[in-house]
């Protein structure tokens, strides 16, 4: 198929979304990873209908502004996929009206769904900061702390589609249950989602934590170090487990920067398996608030 009047084909593009809780985010993108036509839409997660015919209307929207019919489409969304990733199979307590939808039917055209922390770390594989890698982890530091594996230049979803869920591995085999049942997990270590609890109800948000940080409190410094080492402890046991090329950390806690990056190195230093000197190389993700659609897409292109 060639282009007419300047127009983009189905055949160059593939359209991507990412469907929260609060808002879904889109994008077209061609076949060279360029983002065309980003679209942002406020959802009410309580509002089944109304986000269900968001989708359509953002689908509809992309396809006058690209003059294109017919394409791909991925959707990410958090939860589980079912085994031919044509619907989110688990996901309890969000979303109503998610599990077991086929988005296919409803939306007319072939549709793929993934997971979000999937998405994300496949926009970094092909277009960011692993472009070129076969062998990456991904993990996305916020409210929880989620996780992807690429191996062999794939996104391993693994059995009942559960692999990545990095977050719940066990980091203290005393500490307390997180929602999966798991004891003292690294997503309760470092997420949002118990932070005010660690710091018995004086910090709110990793945000207010750190500015208390650093300024030189000394309670916010060892809840941070206390975090940041427990993450070290993790990503120490990643790479005895997987060998990755490279793990990619994204996600509103590293906005942090050096606050993070510089400690956890240190604690690295002390606790990854160093071969003949080989060290996993620490990155933070080039993708903001679009990885998830620009991954989706990605998939959706690759599933064809």
Not at 128 to 150: H, S
Not at 210 to 233: C, H, M, N, P, Q
Not at 276 to 303: P, W
């Amino acid at each position: 198929m060639t282009k007419k009047k300047g127009k983009i084909t189905a055949m160059e593009i593939t359209i991507g979304i990412d469907l929260g809780a609060t808002r879904i985010k889109a994008t077209a993108l061609d076949h060279q990873g360029k983002i065309l036509h980003p679209y942002y839409q406020p959802i009410q997660e309580t509002d089944e209908k109304g986000w269900k015919n968001t989708m359509v209307k953002v689908v509809r929207e992309i396809q006058q502004k690209t003059g294109s019919h017919g394409f791909a489409i991925g959707i990410s969304a958090p939860g589980l996929p079912n085994e031919h990733n044509t619907a989110i199979a688990f996901m309890p307590g969000r979303l109503q009206g998610l599990e077991n939808f086929i988005w296919g039917d409803f939306l007319g055209t072939p549709t793929f769904v993934l997971n979000d922390a999937v998405a994300a770390l496949l926009a970094e594989a092909r277009y960011g900061t692993a472009r070129g890698r076969k062998n990456v982890v991904m993990l996305t530091l916020g409210t929880g702390v989620g996780g992807a594996i690429l191996i062999g230049g794939k996104p391993y979803q693994g059995s009942f589609q559960k692999a990545g869920h990095l977050g719940h591995m066990v980091i203290d085999s005393d500490g307390e249950p997180d929602i999966t049942g798991i004891p003292g997990s690294l997503e309760d270590a470092i997420g949002n989602c118990t932070l005010e609890k660690r710091s018995a109800g004086k910090f709110t948000s990793t945000h207010e934590m750190l500015e208390a940080y650093k300024t030189g409190d000394r309670f916010a410094a060892e809840i941070w170090l206390t975090s940041v080492k427990k993450l070290a402890i993790g990503l120490a046991s990643l790479t005895n487990i997987l060998s990755p090329e490279m793990v990619i950390l994204g996600g509103g806690i590293t906005e942090a920067g050096k606050y993070l990056f510089e400690p956890l190195e240190e604690y690295l230093s002390r606790y990854e398996w160093r071969t003949g000197g080989n060290k996993t190389k620490i990155v933070r993700a080039e993708y903001g608030d679009l990885s998830g659609a620009v991954g989706a897409a990605c998939f959706a292109r690759e599933q064809q």
